[in-house]
């Protein structure tokens, strides 16, 4: 189950690693957040992709902001003691009018990101349209058609995702991979890739 109200919580186990093989990639992806931080770690293995474990992080239950930024790096520090990635993809705070918002936002996402470098991962940050562009080949694309788009290329069971903080945390990552799987295939999106390229995903 997620990590609702829960300090550590165990996410939803989708699959289990023991550390990447040869030639494999792990990313772990972050969608920030200071009320809901979702996260999503994704298995490379040639052109195949698969999720090892998805969820988000409760935040609301604390009052005291820093305390928030205390649980986002401890849950980001266990989630790759675990995995043992070896990058993280992170999506960049849009731009809003709330000043307030967007500054606490931001701390959520510079802890996320010295959270990652503290155990030496290379981060990547992107865009939300470069992340659904990636997705779905549609920049203004919504948030239930990038979920839903990953449920079908991902096999994952559409029933267990709660939030959409949690796609876009699985979609950060997948969308982090595709630079360099799509590179090669000279594709501009993950369904240009599907459709070019049928029998290499399952």
């Known amino acids: 189950m997620a990590d609702k109200g829960s300090d550590i919580g165990v996410g939803k186990a989708v ?17 920030p957040g200071t009320t809901v931080m979702g996260y999503g770690v994704v298995l490379k293995q040639g052109t195949k992709l698969s999720i090892l474990r998805f969820g988000v992080l409760h935040l609301s239950k604390y009052k005291d902001h820093h305390l928030k930024l205390r649980k986002i790096y401890e849950r980001i520090t266990e989630l790759i003691k675990e995995f043992q990635p070896q990058e993280m993809a992170i999506e ?25 470098m503290a155990a030496d991962l ?44 949690e796609t876009d945390a699985i979609a950060v990552a997948v969308c982090h991979l595709n630079q360099g799987v799509l590179g090669k295939q000279s594709a501009k999106s993950w369904g240009d890739f599907v459709k070019a390229n049928p029998n290499r995903v399952k």
């Open 15 to 31: 699959g289990r690693s023991l550390g990447a093989k040869p030639g494999d990639k792990i990313v772990l992806g972050i969608d």
């Open 92 to 116: 960049a705070p849009f731009y809003g009018e709330n000043v307030q918002s967007m500054l606490k936002l931001g701390r959520a996402q510079g802890v996320a990101i010295a959270a990652a």
């Open 122 to 165: 290379e981060v990547t940050e992107y865009a939300p349209a470069k992340i659904k562009v990636s997705i779905t080949g549609n920049g203004l694309a919504s948030k239930g058609q990038v979920a839903a788009m990953l449920t079908h290329l991902l096999d994952l069971d559409s029933q267990s995702v709660e939030l959409h903080d």
